[in-house]
Structures are given as structure tokens and as C-alpha cells.
């Protein structure tokens, strides 16, 4: 599904605000308005609530965890490390090189 096909075109959202003017008429920028703080208002509850049940702190410790525990990175240094082993070990010289250089 295309996300681009939910954003309303501006001629859409023109449609939509002559709509809003027909039927709230004047009342629109209250209504707005109303709409506005009743969402801050809900978004402060919810951080109040959060606070109080110590989600927050509980949200908080599982992001460190996750982020000090992701498999996906253990494996990445270990792949690292790895790699640089062998190449480490290639570059070393081997017993027959070992031999040439003395003579």
C-alpha cells in the first residue's frame, strides 16, 4: 500500500475546510481551538499517568537493555572481531617465510 495515497492532496483538504466552514460556520476556529487543548490536555494525563505507575521508568530500562543487549550487535563485533583475526593471521608470516628470511 502506497502511504503516499493517504496524505490528502491540497484539494482535498480545501474541499474539507469549505465543508467545515458550511457546517460550523464562525464556530470552526472555537471548535479548532477546543480540539486543540483537549488534545494537550489527554497528552498530559497520559504522561501523568505514566509517571505515576512508573512506566516510564520501566520504559526507560528496557530501552537501555534492549540497546546494551541487541543480538544484531553482539553478532556484528563478533563478526568484526573474526574478520580481524583472520586477516590479522594472514598478514602474519607463515613457517616457510619464517625460514627464508634467515637464510
Known sequence: ???????P???ELMVALAIGLLLFGGKLPEIAKDL????????RTMND????????DTIRDLKKD???NNPV????REVKQ?????VDA???PGPSEKSSDKD
Open 36 to 43: 486543540g487543548r483537549s488534545f494537550f490536555k489527554l497528552k
Open 49 to 56: 499517568i505514566r509517571k505515576e505507575t512508573g512506566l516510564e
Open 9 to 11: 492532496h491540497w484539494t
Open 82 to 86: 573474526k574478520v580481524n583475526d583472520v
Open 90 to 92: 594472514d598478514f602474519e
Open 73 to 76: 550487535d553482539q553478532f556484528q
Open 1 to 7: 500500500m502506497n502511504t503516499l495515497a493517504l496524505i
Open 66 to 68: 534492549v540497546e546494551e
